[in-house]
Each structure stands twice: as structure tokens, then as C-alpha cells.
């Protein structure tokens, strides 16, 4: 089962944008990392996904889960 990630990333134009996995359009931009952080971490709680924080060179620096882990390794 695939879900929808949600990732925080440095936008091109300045600040910091928080984007659902494969989507080109942001839904939200903020001027700092730490409002994205915590916006991202709300909407990932809400969805039960996984909330990816991105560096400014792009690299994921970050992974934390809500809810249940779908990715976790099996026995």
C-alpha cells in the first residue's frame, strides 16, 4: 500500500514549502523551516503518514512516522 508523504522542502524562490509525495505544487509555503516543520507535522499526524524533512540541498535530514508504520520490516 502506498501513501502520500508528506515532505518539507526548500523552495527555489526562498522559505520552505510543505508538499504531499508526487506532487509538483505546494500546499502551503512559510518564510522559515520550523513553521513548515510544524505545519508538516500536523498535517502528517492528521493523515497518519510520514512526515519527511528535507535539508536545504535537498537530502532527506529527517523521517518521523504518525500512526501506524506500513513500512516497517516483516518477520
Known amino acids: 500500500m502506498s501513501r502520500a508523504n508528506t ?5 527555489i524562490r526562498g522559505g520552505w514549502s510543505v508538499r ?3 506532487s509538483k505544487r505546494a500546499e502551503k509555503k512559510f518564510e522559515t523551516k ?3 516543520v ?5 498535517v502528517a499526524r492528521a493523515r497518519n503518514t510520514e512526515l519527511v524533512i528535507h535539508r536545504e540541498d535537498g537530502l532527506v535530514s529527517e ?4 500512526g501506524s508504520d506500513l ?3 516483516r518477520k
Open 7 to 11: 515532505h518539507v522542502i526548500a523552495s
Open 20 to 22: 504531499k509525495t508526487g
Open 34 to 36: 520550523g513553521e513548515a
Open 38 to 42: 510544524r505545519y508538516g507535522r500536523r
Open 63 to 66: 523521517r518521523r512516522t504518525y
Open 71 to 73: 513500512a516497517s520490516p
